[in-house]
């Protein structure tokens, strides 16, 4: 398993992990294969969408604050419950391609770490799987 | 493939499987790899978020009906159309990795089942890929 | 790796791929394992659902317009931010299980490719991966 940080500077923030990922592709020799990205935490998770235009990302965080605002009567007494509901709604892991050793995403993807309560230090696990 | 139970006692409920997970886990000797688990019904859904405080889960599963309400004036008429939608949202399949032969989780994560139109008795399905 | 195409028709439609993922399950000559489909695109994405009854699809169509209109103020310039958020939330790839060389599903379940901005030529890509 192998494992990068990501430090998140604001409270929502979408940050591009593609040459991470990338990078722990190229180390693993693997030319056919899956790679599995798995965010350890609860208040943050990972979705792939469009990087050329920053709007996307923006429309994005936005829709998913009117969706689940951040006030909203919520039960945990911690406040962040609205961080909680909007990672478990992209989801914690994302299964990536691996052809001819390198990542395989389509040509208007990247994935991103959504970090939803922050600034933080976080941590993501990857986990390299080779194809039949 | 694997399987288990679970037997949901309410109409909406999260159930905590991690130690049957587990147990999946260690009985497979792998020590590193995934394994993905997958609910084969189209009316309940997996997820992980905070299992510390229930209030999370229970905010959880308040804001998904206040987004998608069960009386909803929906064309399906079993009547069960947000439980279907609700199932999706969340997904039907969790990828989580396993290092050192044990379930990685984050310090606060744990698997949930999620029912969404129970009572019922329901499958779990589980399958272990070794990592390169 | 494998990849098909989809050609949708409408501007949303969900497309049952069941028989295409069958086919590269049964050609890979796995036994036991998964197969990752992946959606390379940003505005389509794939779920799994009941396939038995249409209007289960309608529902969730006609739910995720209401929860994330088209005409909804977006920054996105190009017009289809909500094309882009839909696939978000249903996720671009869906992992699912090899049992004695076939596609394992539940009983009411489908994969379903899901157009949001047709209509347009798709691809899909699937990877296969044997169990320990």
């Known amino acids: 398993m192998k494992t990068f940080n990501v430090i998140t ?5 979408f940050v591009n992990i593609d040459s991470e990922v990338q990078a722990i592709v190229a180390q693993s020799g693997v030319q056919h294969g899956v790679c599995h990205v798995f965010v350890p935490h609860t208040t943050a998770g990972i979705t792939i969408n469009e990087n050329a ?3 996307v990302v923006r429309d994005i965080t936005q829709t998913l604050e009117r969706l689940v605002p951040w006030e909203g009567g919520y039960a945990h007494l911690e406040g962040n419950a609205a961080a909680h509901l909007k990672a478990g709604l992209l989801g914690f892991t994302q299964t990536v391609l691996i ?3 390198a990542l395989a995403l389509g040509t208007w993807q990247s994935l991103f770490f959504c970090e939803f309560d ?9 986990q390299i799987v080779p194809a039949a």
Not at 9 to 13: D, F, R, S, V, Y
Not at 118 to 126: D, E, S, T
Request: net charge neutral.
């Open 9 to 13: 500077l604001q409270h929502t923030q």
């Open 53 to 55: 235009d920053p709007d």
């Open 99 to 101: 052809e001819n050793g």
């Open 118 to 126: 922050g600034p933080r230090q976080r941590k993501v696990w990857a």
